[in-house]
């Protein structure tokens, strides 16, 4: 059986955020962030990305503005689809998301279900595509690619600049080939904030 591959899309959490997050773009990112960044753009640069698309939150965009200066032919794309938001709320943390309205949730799933189908199903280019977002965003959107409840993205983690990688192959069709890879960052590096 010939196995090929037909396309790849990367998901790349932001590096660590400063404390203090102002409305509504959010916090910068920290120098320990930057190092992430500058370490998971180091690690990217050898493969043959085609497209970067970001969140325009400051962290996700800081960050791929870094990873991109490793592909200096690629234009970032900025989008407020890949805004960080909560998608579901799993049964078991209800308590922890009391704050947030059944609206609200069904607003971030609905917005997070059209950046699925617009980057995951609906792009057929070949090729590779980072998409540079947020924690819950990337769970989410792994959740989908696994054909998992939404609720299940809970068990989920990223670290910072941690990579989760799908593949799509002929015959084979849609895999998650990598999940939270942060073997580019040293164990003193990796932080989830």
């Keep these: 059986m010939d196995i090929q591959l037909l396309r790849t899309i990367w998901l790349l959490r932001h590096g660590q955020e400063a404390p203090e997050r102002p409305r509504p773009l959010g916090g910068h990112l920290t120098e320990l962030g930057r190092q992430q960044a500058e370490l998971v753009a180091q690690r990217l640069a050898d493969y043959p990305i085609t497209r970067i698309v970001a969140s325009t939150l400051h962290r996700a965009a800081e ?4 990873v991109a200066t490793r592909h200096p032919s690629l234009t970032i794309e900025y989008t407020e689809d890949l805004w960080e938001c909560t998608p579901a709320i799993p049964p078991h943390l209800a308590e922890h998301f009391a704050h947030l309205t059944p609206e609200a949730v069904a607003a971030s799933r609905a917005r997070l279900d059209s950046a699925y189908q617009r980057y995951f199903v609906d792009d057929t280019q070949e090729g590779m595509t980072l998409l540079v977002c947020h924690g819950n965003v990337i769970r989410y959107l792994l959740c989908r690619a696994l054909d998992l409840a939404g609720e299940e993205f809970a068990r989920f983690d990223i670290f910072n600049c941690g990579l ?4 799509w192959k002929t015959v084979l069709g ?6 939270n890879d942060a073997g580019h960052l040293p164990l003193g590096m990796q932080t989830y904030g």
């Design 63 to 66: 960050t791929a503005q870094i």
């Design 164 to 167: 989760c990688r799908v593949d």
């Design 174 to 179: 849609r895999q998650v080939t990598g999940l």
